[in-house]
């Protein structure tokens, strides 16, 4: 059995090395979240559009924000937020957790492209055998990251009017990376969970270039290119700023995940034109 020896998943600082710039025509499910109605910025997160009207991102993204302020951009039309469904169990630091965003589409006349989720398997343990077992190919044009991003350097800029801009990076995925890599000189060992790099752990030993490359932002998307499917919504990472280093990433296959979606959906559906405290919680109460 591996063990999951859960260290400090720190939230992730939404920046770029080498990343290449893509339109939202080549990926129109993916979305920004932004902490206002009226405005473009302050640019929080990226999102995923998995349903009319129902998106996913990083959950650690959600805690941070207010319902009432948070808009979606998406399709270049601006989203008002409903509701946050939060994991209804969540993992310590978060490290493992999506949060769903319902909006209205009351002004929306487009169409909704969605993207299709990683269907391979369910989960069957805790430790992340199951993704073990899944073989990935470390071929580094099956798999993309992209989200909105700024460049290195610029984001230490803690600044409202930051510009980020829509990039992917092909990355290796595999469930060896991590511990090989975040290894920290034999001190510590674990992190036997989903990740991805840009080098694979041989060329990361050895030094090659091609490990400077780098993309990590709050909600990102990774993407199987073969398949045309989500494989994983980003959620943690580590930051040291003489090195590039592994992206943790969660994939939507938990019970825990199916349960959140069914909550998403009712609170969707549902016609109710009095809303008061605690109504859109009251909906997911009871999923028998």
Same mark, same amino acid.
């Given at each position: 059995?591996?063990?999951?020896?859960?260290?400090?998943?720190?939230?992730?600082?939404?920046? !770029?090395?080498?990343?290449?710039?893509?339109? *939202?025509?080549? &990926?129109?499910?993916?979305?920004?979240?932004?902490?206002?109605?009226?405005? =473009?910025?302050?640019?929080?997160?990226?999102?995923?559009?998995?349903?009319?009207?129902?998106?996913?991102?990083?959950?650690?993204?959600?805690?941070?924000? $207010?319902?009432?302020?948070?808009?979606?951009?998406? !399709?270049?039309?601006?989203?008002?937020?409903?509701?946050?469904?939060?994991?209804?169990?969540?993992? $310590? +630091?978060?490290? %493992?957790?999506?949060?769903?965003?319902?909006?209205?589409? #009351?002004?929306?006349?487009?169409?909704?492209?969605?993207?299709?989720?990683?269907?391979?398997?369910?989960?069957? =343990?805790?430790?992340?055998?199951?993704?073990? %077992?899944?073989?990935?190919?470390?071929?580094?044009?099956?798999?993309?990251?992209?989200? &909105?991003?700024?460049?290195?350097?610029?984001?230490?800029? @803690?600044?409202?009017?930051?510009?980020?801009?829509?990039? #992917?990076? #092909?990355?290796?995925?595999?469930?060896?990376?991590?511990? *090989?890599?975040?290894?920290?000189?034999?001190?510590?060992?674990?992190?036997?969970?989903?990740? /991805?790099?840009?080098?694979?752990?041989? !060329?990361?030993?050895?030094?090659?270039?091609?490990?400077?490359? /780098?993309?990590?932002?709050?909600?990102?998307?990774?993407?199987?290119? @073969?398949?045309?499917?989500?494989?994983?919504?980003?959620?943690?990472?580590?930051?040291?700023? @003489?090195? *590039?280093?592994?992206?943790?990433?969660?994939?939507?296959?938990?019970?825990?995940?199916?349960?959140?979606?069914?909550?998403?959906?009712?609170?969707?559906?549902?016609?109710?034109?009095?809303?008061?405290?605690?109504?859109? +919680?009251?909906?997911? #109460? %009871?999923?028998?």
């Amino acid at each position: 059995m591996m063990s999951l020896f859960i260290s400090v998943f720190n939230p992730l600082e939404n920046y !770029q090395v080498n990343a290449v710039g893509v339109t *939202e025509d080549k &990926y129109p499910w993916i979305a920004r979240v932004v902490h206002s109605r009226l405005s =473009d910025m302050p640019y929080m997160c990226t999102a995923v559009c998995v349903e009319h009207r129902i998106f996913i991102t990083a959950a650690r993204c959600l805690y941070s924000l $207010k319902v009432t302020y948070t808009t979606v951009i998406y !399709q270049n039309h601006h989203f008002p937020v409903i509701t946050f469904v939060v994991p209804s169990n969540t993992t $310590k +630091q978060a490290f %493992d957790d999506i949060g769903f965003i319902v909006v209205n589409d #009351e002004d929306f006349h487009g169409e909704w492209v969605t993207v299709a989720l990683f269907d391979t398997t369910n989960r069957t =343990d805790e430790d992340f055998e199951w993704f073990a %077992d899944l073989n990935l190919s470390e071929d580094a044009s099956e798999h993309v990251v992209l989200g &909105y991003a700024t460049k290195k350097g610029i984001h230490v800029i @803690k600044s409202a009017d930051r510009n980020f801009t829509l990039t #992917e990076l #092909e990355v290796i995925v595999n469930i060896n990376i991590c511990p *090989e890599i975040l290894i920290f000189n034999n001190l510590i060992t674990g992190f036997h969970v989903p990740c /991805y790099h840009s080098c694979s752990v041989a !060329q990361f030993k050895g030094n090659d270039p091609k490990c400077s490359n /780098y993309h990590g932002v709050v909600g990102g998307a990774v993407f199987n290119t @073969k398949t045309n499917k989500l494989l994983g919504i980003t959620t943690w990472g580590s930051y040291f700023f @003489k090195h *590039e280093l592994p992206v943790g990433f969660s994939v939507p296959n938990s019970k825990n995940f199916f349960e959140d979606y069914t909550c998403a959906r009712r609170i969707k559906r549902d016609k109710g034109l009095l809303v008061i405290d605690g109504y859109y +919680q009251a909906l997911c #109460e %009871d999923f028998n």
